[in-house]
């Protein structure tokens, strides 16, 4: 006789299963589309096509599939995605810190750099900042049409702060300087080396004529030249040097290290790779850091999907080293 607990499990399986089906039939996708789409929720195409809308409960494993389930339906029912599940990776600690280390500054030390190479989660621990400090944080991403343009990058900071954009630069970036004089925030500028050395200039300007404070992610590169440039650019630019909050962590200037991958495996519940790490990180830390862990992630369930396997260390290991272009 049927365990309580497992009719129970049952029952919201087919709940469950039929929301998905129905975001399916809503989206007009065939199989194989949608399980490609939302391979993190409903795994391989054959998982999705040939046990999960079967209900084949004799092959699905319980544990493994309704937490998914129950996050793809959260998701399609509005509530907010589990954006937060890498919220003790060092990086995002950090950030965390110097947040709440700006929040207190109450002299002119209101700027804060969190320097890294790319993928070693700059963006993400930005957009945490914002999410669990209720947006107050204003989110800006800097991109290559800021490159030394006050036109483009006062635009792209008046929209940020709901401040009025009129047809000179230096009109609309006063009108920005207004309105943080008026109501003061934190700015959280993403990828700001794309400014260049104007960007870090107006930075400057913004912490000396009010009360803001901004939040800064940035290349080392453009950091190594912020400290070492010559001309009379950089030279002013400098100044910003002496409005930053230090020291400055240089933790994520070669990309991750071993303690952000041990949390990122545990924050995706894999098994530990400690003992890996020094063959794992100079692959991933030359071929895209958490980027290249997050692909080599999705690919492994796949696998272990397709086999009905567990997903092992070994398992994720050689996808690691199929996608850098080596054997294990």
């Known amino acids: 006789m049927m365990k309580e607990n497992e009719t129970a499990e049952r029952l919201e399986f087919d709940r469950l299963i039929n929301r998905a089906a129905q975001h399916q039939a809503d989206l007009r996708l065939t199989n194989s589309q949608f399980a490609t789409r939302y391979a993190a929720y409903v795994g391989s195409h054959k998982s999705w096509e040939h046990r999960l809308l079967p209900r084949k409960w004799d092959e699905l494993k319980p544990a493994t599939w309704l937490p998914k389930l129950r996050k793809f339906v959260a998701l399609l029912d509005g509530a907010s995605q589990d954006l937060d599940i890498f919220s003790t990776l060092p990086i995002v600690r950090h950030a965390e810190y110097l947040y709440e280390t700006l929040q207190s500054r109450t002299n002119d030390r209101r700027c804060a750099m969190l320097i890294g190479t790319q993928g070693t989660g700059k963006s993400m621990a930005l957009r945490h900042v914002q999410r669990s400090n209720k947006f107050a ?134 098994p530990a790779l400690k003992a890996r790490a020094a063959d794992l990180l100079p692959r991933v830390r030359k071929h895209g850091n958490f980027s290249l862990l997050a692909d080599a992630l999705e690919r492994s369930r796949l696998i272990a999907d397709e086999a009905e396997t567990e997903l092992t260390p070994d398992l994720f290991c050689a996808q690691i080293h199929e996608l850098c272009g080596g054997k294990p």
């Open 137 to 270: 944080p204003v989110f800006v991403s800097a991109n290559e049409t800021w490159k030394d343009s006050r036109m483009r990058i006062a635009t792209a900071l008046a929209t940020a702060v709901n401040a009025s954009v009129s047809t000179s630069a230096s009109g609309t970036f006063q009108t920005v300087v207004e309105n943080l004089k008026a109501s003061p925030i934190t700015l959280l500028i993403d990828e700001a080396h794309e400014g260049g050395v104007l960007l870090m200039k107006l930075v400057k300007t913004i912490i000396n004529e009010t009360q803001s404070r901004i939040m800064l992610a940035v290349y080392p590169t453009a950091w190594n030249r912020l400290i070492n440039g010559a001309n009379d650019a950089y030279a002013e630019a400098q100044q910003l040097l002496r409005r930053t909050w230090r020291p400055v962590k240089p933790d994520w200037l070669a990309g991750i290290n071993e303690p952000d991958l041990e949390a990122w495996a545990k924050a995706v519940e894999l």
